[in-house]
């Protein structure tokens, strides 16, 4: 199921978005680790990972579009994101040196915010969350809001 359909309850099109950002920062990791192009990535990710049935069964469906504008933004303004993610964080720890699923987090919201379609404090608390699945320590998570906030006050200051 891809795109937005209106006709869907509200949380139905939640979850949608909430696995395509799931599927977008996995994918943003693996065009790093692996060196991959963002349109091999993007093609394995719709024919073998969203909304998939294999042997270990099915894989949740996703709001396509959103997967797709997302990597589509972050190879588009990766530059901006990661100049507004350094200036986030603190002046001895570049955006380079953070953890890479860290990154691919920071890299996926911001192309959500430079896009402009959600407001940024729904952008800001649905990343945090994505954090907290990855790290459910939580200490992760509260760095992750703190940055954001100031990513988006930067790229998105009508926003606030």
Not at 129 to 141: K, Q
Request: charged letters at 30%; a negative charge; one cysteine or more.
């Amino acid at each position: 199921m891809s795109g937005r359909d209106t006709t869907q309850p509200a949380a139905d099109r939640r979850a949608l978005s909430r696995a395509a950002r799931l599927y977008a920062v996995q994918a943003l990791f693996q065009m790093e680790a692996a060196g991959q192009s963002a349109e091999r990535v993007t093609r394995e990710f719709r024919d073998y990972r969203i909304d998939f049935e294999d042997r270990d069964g099915p894989t949740d469906p996703a709001d396509e579009a959103l997967f797709e504008r997302i990597l589509d933004n972050v190879v588009t303004w990766q530059s901006r994101i990661d100049q507004a993610t350094d200036r986030g964080l603190v002046a001895r720890w570049p955006i380079d040196r953070i953890d890479p699923v860290l990154r691919a987090l920071f890299r996926a919201a911001g192309a959500e915010l430079v896009i402009g379609k959600a407001p940024p404090k729904v952008v800001i608390s649905e990343y945090v969350r994505l954090c907290e699945a990855f790290f459910p320590e939580g200490r992760e998570a509260k760095f992750v809001n703190a940055v954001l906030d100031h990513v988006a006050r930067d790229l998105r200051p009508e926003g606030f």
